[in-house]
């Protein structure tokens, strides 16, 4: 890449040509069904335990073997006042860096349980996200959530993830591990949310310290709101951290489309970054396009763009996926893949290759 200007330019003509005939939990699913985040996540910005629609979803329309004919899907409602859920991912991955010697394990990447106890059946209720698996036990989310008119309105308390973006199951993936909001980095705090026919917008003000202690007065403010159609869907997202130890500011542009078998998804973020040694602006895109072949097979390619720092040429990264989703039946689905990594000439890890198999069990 030759300079600021071609990655300006770059950024802008994939939002400006990409979106138009492109675009948690995989928010694919939620652009194939033409659904809103909350109507398949207890969470009303993605992500977590599913609903009673959302687990029927998973087990009729993607497994790829149909239920029992009279048999009723686990809905995980346990009764009005209780559900249950749960995830446990593990496998095998293979890492060659060039000129390195190649790594391989095989291990359990996360193993989560989820509890909704509602209070107040349709009005308040109360979400634990608890993470048992590896190693410790690590609490994700826990929260009070208010959902008065109907769930048009909502009011959460206490610890979540924050709304930016697309909620894409994998946070190594650039777009998540660069803003620093993912699946491993909740924070204490409240959000109050909007969803009002086909808009869906969720305002938080949170400590800003990734689920730790917060050490001053300063706030993070994060906003993300999206319009949903049935075939197509467009959002922004916009988040300002004001910490002690520097300014960060980030604007994202998100959106997905359907094209026949073909869900697609884009974002693009903008990240500032101002500190005692100056201002860094940053740059990280993501174009992924998933083809469900047949029920219960999903194939998936995505390109990742990451530029670190505009004033220095020559460190861009560049990040190619190509997996293959298969989910027998109910409760489980594999995925075999592979990555190839395009950086920076003498970082052998920024040019790698990996090659993972994972199987996924939920319910």
């Known amino acids: ?9 770059y950024l802008l003509g994939l939002l400006v040509f990409g979106a138009p005939f492109v675009g948690q939990a995989e928010p694919y699913l939620a652009v194939a069904s033409g659904q809103k ?3 398949c996540h207890v969470n009303p910005s993605g992500g977590g335990l599913r609903t009673a629609f959302g687990t029927a979803y998973a087990q009729t329309q993607i497994a790829a073997r149909s239920l029992a004919e009279g048999t009723a899907p686990w809905t995980g409602q346990v009764n009005d006042w209780l559900s249950l859920g749960g995830d446990l991912r593990g496998g095998y991955d293979a890492v060659d860096p060039p000129g390195s010697a190649e790594s391989s394990d095989f291990g359990v990447s996360r193993g989560t349980v989820y509890l909704q106890l509602r209070a107040v059946p349709g009005l308040l209720s109360f979400y634990i996200d608890q993470q048992v698996a590896p190693n410790r036990s690590l609490n994700r989310e ?27 199951q994998d946070d190594t993936a650039f777009v998540r591990q660069v803003t620093g909001i993912n ?47 049935p075939r197509w869907r467009v959002g922004a997202s916009y988040n300002h951290n004001n910490a002690d130890l520097g300014d960060r500011e980030m604007q994202s542009l998100f959106a997905g489309l359907q094209t026949g078998p073909v869900s697609w ?9 101002e500190t005692s040694m100056g201002q860094r602006d940053i740059y990280v895109s993501l174009l992924e396009g998933n083809w469900q072949l047949r029920k219960g097979h999903n194939l998936k390619l995505s390109y990742e763009f990451l530029d670190p720092n505009d ?19 109910q409760f489980l689905q594999s995925r075999l893949g592979f990555r190839a990594y395009n950086g920076i000439p003498d970082d052998a890890a920024s040019n790698r290759n990996e090659v993972f198999a994972e199987l996924h069990v939920f319910f």
Request: hydrophobic residues 40%.
């Open 142 to 168: 826990a929260f009070a959530l208010l959902t008065p008119a109907g769930g048009r309105y909502t009011l959460k308390v206490g610890k979540f993830f924050l709304p930016h973006g697309l909620r894409l």
């Open 37 to 39: 985040c909350v109507t």
């Open 183 to 229: 699946f491993d980095t909740p924070d204490n705090g409240v959000e109050v949310g909007l969803e009002l026919g086909k808009w869906s917008t969720q305002l938080a003000v949170s400590n800003g310290t990734a689920g730790g202690a917060d050490i001053d007065t300063s706030k993070q403010v994060s906003m993300s709101t999206s319009f949903v159609r």
């Open 311 to 329: 004033d220095i040429d020559e460190d861009e990264q560049e990040r190619y996926s190509l997996i293959w989703e298969y989910s027998p039946m």
């Open 265 to 273: 998804l884009a974002e693009a973020d903008f990240i500032t970054d």
């Open 1 to 9: 890449m030759a300079g600021s200007n071609r990655r300006r330019l």
